[in-house]
């Protein structure tokens, strides 16, 4: 059963809730105060199902060919409606339900033919670039049949050139509004018409069902695959089950013991049942009218304007890079102007910060940035209206670009235009691209890729596949790099380690650690990278050293031969070694040269430092190490052998100012284990 979101918009006392009375038998009207003022002052929801073919209704007009979403004689459409208030205090309420639906039914009164809040809630169908629609001339009975033809040439103009233009075709090729079915085929486009009705009477109820069933088939069905968003419309409680919250499913697909994070508040649910249109299910698919059982939280914990999503996948957001179009009766928006933003059922003030303008001119086009003073979840492609901050009239709309932007401070000022520009009229590989490239050395994981586009794990896959294939994209370390980020960061490591050279000729190369902290990669990358470098014998890696192939320690004849005279003053010492200090006070260079050549056969290992003041040469820690193995070796098999601080005095000839650190030292090498004041030989 094929699910379309039909939306009302018009003036107040047009006859809406009326009209979807007539149809579906459901009074939307739900509130005391609506029925007492006689006035819709908030959402109304009903349901209407339809045979898919025309033949099986009483209703005159031409036969429908099969739709191209297969549907048979048999299918049937289910319609939701979503009645909206007309009156203008009420628009805020308004555009909380039309963001989901599609297709409109424009109602105009024939008593009284177009008003302000016909043209208001017109303008916003527009910006919201709601593509299909029926205008349902109402009370056709309060009118003799001139009047109505002279309501229907006034509505005629006033529709002109428009989506719901009853005299043309619309292009689902044109630029901005094209519409693609799986196979990336343009949409079927047909007129559309103009249906005078009464809701007293009946009259025109028929073809206006037909036309609603036309329409519908042409409709392509939301993705049920996609990752699920449900903008909250309403919270209540229900006895005997709890938190209920109710919205039209933009996406995806919800079913019962499904786990589901609120945005922004980032609370888990578990959905405890699932309702469509008032009946039980087991799931909910996108582009139904849907009501949640929820467990985890309370009516105070939700609110309209809350999304439910999958956890762990998206990003509430406070700023988005969107491009913007003002409607040509509004007045100039000024760069770091307030406004009212509206998108799903969201609403907040918002900053307008505009890229590369001063103001944006009545009817002209524009990128900017939406500072939000509340977060909320939305994704690339997402539209949302602008109303003036005051007095409150719709002023524009636009769509999302990016809804996670970078800060100011990383940008460069002549790529953020380019950039938006991408995501605008770019494939899914240049998108992918240019989001990986602008993150640089920092690069971006897979999920972070979700979180920024909205698409799921599988739906990446080609256009990651493609840029990795074609080389603008590298894999490391579990992140997407761009190649020349990746270039440039090889670059700095390289150039890094050549200048540790030139600066520290007596260091065999620099620590793995300090490099890493050289680059603004995260640490991952920045191993991933030094890791390729090495594949590409670019640089080479001893120990944790890092230096330029062949790159050893370049001696001075006078730094040489201080190398020798620190190197023999130990290896003749034995046990009995001479004060650091004291050896290189010996020596022709400098202290800092001289420490660093001490350095330098500690990192070799020709000398040992035992403890913080003793080093000794490796030539006699080993010939002690002997020592203590064959005291091991020349007892009898079995025994335990000890030895305690006289007993290494004595073996050793040193005092016990050498023989504790010694016997720590062995200890710690696992030659010898502490047992008391007794050491175990090992």
């Excluded at 786990?259 to 698919?285: D, M, N």
């Excluded at 932007?405 to 899914?428: H, S």
Aim: a positive charge; glycine letters at 8%.
């Amino acid at each position: 059963m094929k699910s379309v979101i039909v939306g009302t918009a018009g003036h107040i006392d047009h006859g809406k809730t009326s009209l979807v009375k007539a149809l579906t038998g459901i009074d939307a009207d739900r509130l005391e105060e609506e029925k007492r003022r006689g006035i819709t002052i908030d959402l109304g929801f009903a349901h209407l199902e339809l045979p898919a073919t025309p033949e099986t209704q009483s209703g005159a007009g031409p036969a429908v060919a099969k739709p191209p979403s297969g549907l048979s004689e048999k299918d049937t459409l289910r319609f939701g409606f979503v009645d909206v208030p007309g009156h203008e205090r009420f628009v805020r309420n308004m555009l909380a339900g039309v963001g989901g639906i599609d297709l409109v039914l424009l109602v105009i009164a024939a008593d009284e033919s177009i008003k302000p809040q016909t043209r208001e809630h017109f303008d916003i169908c527009r910006l919201l670039s709601i593509r299909r629609g029926i205008t349902v001339i109402t009370k056709s009975d309060a009118v003799d049949a001139d009047t109505l033809d002279v309501v229907k040439l006034e509505v005629e103009e006033f529709l002109k050139g428009s989506f719901l233009d009853p005299n043309q075709s619309i292009d689902p090729n044109r630029s901005g509004s094209a519409e693609v079915d799986a196979a990336g085929r343009p949409a079927s486009r047909s007129q559309a018409p103009i249906v005078a009705v009464s809701s007293l009477t009946g009259a025109g109820l028929d073809e206006l069902k037909h036309e609603l069933v036309r329409i519908a088939t042409e409709v392509l069905a939301r993705d049920a695959n996609a990752l699920a968003r449900l903008p909250i419309d309403r919270v209540f409680t229900m006895k005997g089950f709890g938190t209920v919250v109710t919205g039209t499913l933009v996406s995806g697909t919800i079913r019962k013991e499904d786990e589901l994070e609120v945005f922004p508040s980032g609370k888990r649910v578990r959905v405890r049942g699932v309702q469509v249109h008032g009946s039980q299910a087991e799931q909910a698919i996108a582009g139904q009218r849907t009501a949640l059982n929820v467990a985890g939280v309370t009516t105070e914990d939700l609110a309209r304007g809350m999304t439910l999503a999958p956890p762990e996948n998206f990003r509430a957001t406070q700023r988005m890079d969107v491009s913007l179009t003002l409607l040509p009766s509004a007045k100039p928006l000024k760069d770091r102007a307030r406004v009212h933003l509206h998108a799903f059922t969201f609403e907040t003030v918002a900053e307008v910060a505009l890229y590369g303008e001063k103001q944006v001119k009545p009817g002209a086009a524009a990128h900017a940035q939406l500072r939000l003073a509340e977060p909320t979840l939305l994704l690339p492609g997402d539209r949302f209206i602008l109303r003036q901050f005051s007095p409150v009239i719709t002023i524009g709309g636009g769509v999302v670009l990016d809804a996670a932007p970078l800060p100011r401070t990383k940008l460069k000022k002549d790529t953020v235009l380019p950039f938006l520009k991408t995501l605008e009229e770019g494939g899914r590989e240049a998108i992918v691209t240019s989001r990986v490239a602008r993150r640089g050395a920092e690069g971006l994981a897979a999920n972070q890729l979700t979180a920024e586009t909205g698409w799921r794990a599988d739906e990446l896959q080609k256009p990651i596949a493609a840029a990795t294939t074609n080389g603008a994209v590298l894999l490391l370390a579990e992140r997407y790099l761009h190649r020349p980020s990746v270039d440039a960061l090889k670059l700095f490591v390289t150039t890094a380690v050549e200048n540790f050279h030139k600066k520290n000729p007596l260091v065999g190369g620099i620590s793995k650690e300090e490099l890493r902290e050289m680059t603004s990669a995260p640490p991952q990358v920045a191993s991933a990278v030094l890791d390729l470098l090495v594949r590409e014998k670019k640089l080479e890696l001893i120990g944790e050293l890092v230096r330029l192939p062949g790159r050893g320690v370049v001696l001075k004849d006078d730094e040489a031969e201080s190398k020798k005279i620190i190197e023999h003053a130990f290896a003749s010492a034995g046990l009995q070694v001479p004060a650091l200090k004291d050896v290189l006070a010996g020596v022709k260079i400098d202290k800092t040269r001289a420490q660093k050549i001490v350095t330098l056969l500690l990192r070799d290992k020709v000398l040992l430092k035992i403890s913080e003041d003793l080093v000794f040469h490796q030539s006699a820690i080993v010939q002690l190490r002997q020592k203590l193995a064959a005291l091991k070796a020349n007892a009898a098999p079995g025994t335990v052998v000890k030895i305690d601080i006289g007993q290494f005095k004595d073996l050793t000839a040193v005092t016990r100012k050498y023989a504790i650190p010694l016997l720590e030292y062995f200890d710690r090498e696992r030659v010898t284990k502490r047992v008391g004041d007794e050491r175990v030989i090992l």
